[in-house]
């Protein structure tokens, strides 16, 4: 064990090479020469976690002498007491000199569930995809080689503008089996720029940056989709569901159906699993959505359609893949061989039934409330925080939209015949 003694002039000049002295006073404090005449002043300190770690003071002469680098010392383990890990601060700043490298730091601890999100909670899966992708995709190509701090206000405008253009679109590949394809656009650049800017707020926040040259960048409006699905839109689509019952893996089949009848997101109802549904209380209860944990009355068409699928046990999915058990990653694919079938514009896909339910359930009069609740949006009301479970109000709802979608789709249940009773 190395000898602890009060580390002065005459002490640091006796080092021999590829030696290393303690001081006796502050701990962990010490001087280490390796080769040559140089000394470099060093701390030794466990982090709040466990970790050891190895701080870098300075070289001895100017400016540091032993007495000012001991007091340094003596101020870096009072920002360890607190908390901090100046050492582990330092290496993030020198992994992080390029954009690329900024964000590969900022993914890595997003995934570990030390990024916050919403509500001050870790980034969910579906998120970091998004993230990553839109990383991969425009940030790395085009900013990417660029210094952390010497990015400018006017580079992340130059940059906004040449992912609206379209600079950034490419084909990579991305899954085992297929390629993902990089448009950019509008929309694009203006939800590329919110994750810029939370990525710079990230290295303020770890010490790399001092300022966030996307915050308040101009970005162009995110343009809401109005389409909705006609009266005459929702008949082809009837007709193809019908029809493609025959030749279109049926469990792609009825989670479209399913859309159109709940007005769900796409990945809520691909990630619905028999344990979340209660088909007697008509409610199913999503643990994780885009807003948390979400309850959603079922409508008795909807209720139908799940009773009429095979329940394989209560973990499973409802709406399965081809193969395996994960998600149906191919469901995009089968959704636009049904709406093939209905002639139905490009522009309608599974997430135009999401809009085409809202705008049903206010043309029947619902008010916006009992809309956010069916589509299951964030409601920020103190009573919507404290529902547990669908009431009459918005079952009746389901029903009523539900039964007009039904109908403009050819599916609606013929009315009963009233037979006389003799007497």
Known sequence: MAEKLRIGLREVRAIPPHCTIYDDAIPGFAARRQRGVAVIYLLRYRTQDGRQR??????????????????????????VAK?????????????????????????????????????????????????????????????????????????????????????????RKGKPRGVSNVRGGRTAATRTIGLLGAIFT????????????????????????????SDAEYADLGRALREAERSIWPPAVACLRFLAL??????????????????????????????????????????????????????????????????????????RRILAIASLPRDITPHILRHSFASTAADLGHSELAIASLLGHRLGSVTARYTHAADSVLLAAADAVARRILDLMGEAEPAGQVVPLRA
């Not at 590969?104 to 998120?127: F, I, M, N, S």
């Not at 926040?205 to 109005?226: L, M, Y």
């Not at 959505?289 to 009429?308: E, F, Y």
């Open 262 to 335: 709940t007005g769900w997101r796409t990945g809520e109802a691909l990630a619905l699993r028999w344990q979340d549904i209660d088909l007697a209380r008509r409610v199913a209860v999503l643990p994780e959505t885009k807003t948390g944990r979400s309850v959603r009355p079922l409508s008795h068409a909807a209720c139908d359609l799940l009773a009429a699928l095979p329940r394989m046990g209560d973990g499973r999915l409802v709406f399965p893949a081809t193969r395996g058990d994960g998600v149906m990653a191919g469901f995009k694919g089968f959704a």
């Open 202 to 229: 990230y290295a303020i926040e770890r010490g790399i940056r001092d300022d966030n040259p996307a915050h308040g960048i101009r970005r162009p409006s995110d343009r809401k989709r109005e389409r909705r699905i």
């Open 83 to 171: 908390g901090l890990d100046p050492a582990g601060e330092r290496e993030a700043k020198r992994k992080a000199e390029t954009v690329a490298e900024l964000c590969a730091l900022y993914l890595a601890d997003a995934e570990a569930g030390r990024v916050l999100g919403r509500q001050g909670a870790p980034k969910r899966p579906l998120t970091l995809a998004y993230d990553r992708g839109r990383i991969e995709g425009h940030i790395v190509p085009l900013i990417g080689r660029l210094a952390v701090k010497s990015v400018t206000r006017r580079d992340v405008e130059r940059f906004m503008h040449a992912v609206a253009e379209g600079k950034s679109a490419a084909t």
């Open 54 to 79: 190895w701080h870098r003071i300075g070289r001895h002469g100017a400016p540091w002498t032993p007495d000012q680098a001991r007091e340094e010392a003596r101020r870096i383990l009072g920002e």
